[in-house]
């Protein structure tokens, strides 16, 4: 059997701010509309957006 590997605070904190930039942005339609088509991308840009608050 698998261990299941084990998420880091980071991670977990990285999760966190995503889905509030998410929930922020999906109140503009054309911003959700631009997600769905590149939400690979735009969860890159975030994360590079959120990784120096992450560094300690």
Not at 18 to 36: C, G, L, P, R
């Amino acid at each position: 059997m698998k261990k299941k590997k084990e998420t880091s605070p980071s991670e977990c904190l990285d999760g966190f701010f995503f889905a509030q930039i998410m929930e922020k942005d999906y109140q503009n339609e054309a911003v959700s509309d631009m997600i769905e088509r590149h939400e690979g991308d735009y969860y890159e840009r975030a994360n590079q957006r959120l990784s120096p608050l992450l560094e300690y």
